[in-house]
């Protein structure tokens, strides 16, 4: 199975900050990754879609880049709205694999 | 608008069965594979199985291969997750999730339901 390691499990950040969350396949994925926000007691949401293209209705500050083997998430001006804890999926193949996810607080 | 409503967790004892049900509107439901995914108290998502548009092609996670019947019925746009041999590590929400393509069956989920909480314990 696709091992994909999620960095920083966790950061405090402010309002306003640029936001970097990293994913890193254990093989070659193309651009099939995904980024999810999930909100406590929510179910995920789709942020962005084959690693770079931005799922409809989600803010422009959020953006996706990568290919192959590394991947980014970006918050380019963090909001108190996008708190929350984002995941990276995996849809190369089977079996599916998450992140272990990262946890954005409040500064 | 498209809508997932999950609906079947519960209370179950280890060893025993649930069957989760997944009713969507708001899309041309055979179109589109449509996958389980679960979150275990305080932790991360875990994907648990995706079925194909027909029905004709499944796939699980190691942890649930053997136990758990992914099905659909595209005549009641509903999609169903038979869960047989529960242990206390199947503790979860479930979600139930539409893949965004019609392409493959794999892809990113852009529509997730609620959620359904399935406990098992004696």
């Known amino acids: 199975a696709i091992q994909m390691t999620q960095s920083p499990s966790s950061l405090s950040a402010s309002v306003g900050d640029r936001v970097t969350i990293t994913c890193r396949a254990s093989?070659?994925?193309?651009?099939?990754l995904g980024w999810y926000q999930q909100k406590p007691g929510k179910a995920p949401k789709l942020l962005i879609y084959?690693?770079?293209n931005l799922q409809s209705g989600v803010p422009s500050r959020f953006s996706g880049s990568g290919s192959g083997t590394d991947f980014t998430l970006t918050i380019s001006s963090l909001q108190p709205e996008d708190f929350a804890t984002y995941y990276c999926?995996?849809?190369?193949?089977?079996?599916?694999?998450f992140g272990g996810g990262t946890k954005v607080e409040i500064k | 608008e498209v809508q997932l409503l999950e609906s079947g967790g519960g209370l179950v004892q280890p060893g025993g069965s649930l069957r989760l049900s997944c009713a969507a509107s708001?899309?041309?439901?055979?179109?589109?594979?449509m996958s389980w995914v679960r979150q275990a108290p305080g932790k991360g998502l875990e994907w648990v199985s995706t079925?194909?548009?027909?029905?004709?092609?499944?796939n699980y996670a190691d942890s649930v291969k053997g136990r758990f019947t992914i099905s659909r019925d595209n005549s009641k746009n509903t999609l169903y997750l038979q869960m047989n041999s529960l242990r206390a590590e199947d503790t979860a929400v479930y979600y139930c999730?539409?893949?965004?393509?019609?392409?493959?069956?794999?892809?990113?989920?852009?529509?997730w339901g609620q959620g359904t909480l399935v406990t098992v314990s004696s």
């Open positions: 708001g899309f041309t439901f055979s179109n589109y594979a």
């Open positions: 999730a539409k893949v965004g393509t019609t392409v493959t069956t794999t892809g990113s989920f852009d529509y």
């Open positions: 084959d690693a770079s």
């Open positions: 999926l995996q849809d190369y193949n089977y079996p599916l694999t």
């Open positions: 079925i194909s548009g027909s029905g004709g092609s499944t």
């Open positions: 093989q070659g994925i193309r651009n099939d």
